[in-house]
């Protein structure tokens, strides 16, 4: 499993989702904590909805990340961003 950085993940995110996209994990850190794993969706999961005319493709819209917030725990201190 790859590992980047926040700040990493931010400026490569189209690459990182393309190497998700052929099977590869990544692990995203904050401050060397782990706070996201990048991962391909299983095949159960539901099919995105379309969006309406006139929105972005999917080309632009890369991932989209969902928490509860009781899973959510605020980082020590700020990550950049």
Do not use: N, W
């Not at 052929?22 to 391909?40: D, S």
């Amino acid at each position: 499993m790859l590992r980047v950085g926040i700040f990493e993940a931010k400026a490569q995110l189209s690459q990182l989702v393309e190497r998700v996209a052929q099977g590869e994990e990544v692990l995203v850190t904050c401050h060397g904590k782990p706070v996201a794993r990048l991962v391909a969706p299983v095949a159960s999961s539901p099919t995105p909805r379309r969006l309406p005319t006139g929105q972005p493709s999917c080309g632009h819209i890369v991932a989209v990340l969902i928490a509860a917030p009781s899973q959510v725990k605020a980082p020590a201190a700020p990550c950049p961003s």
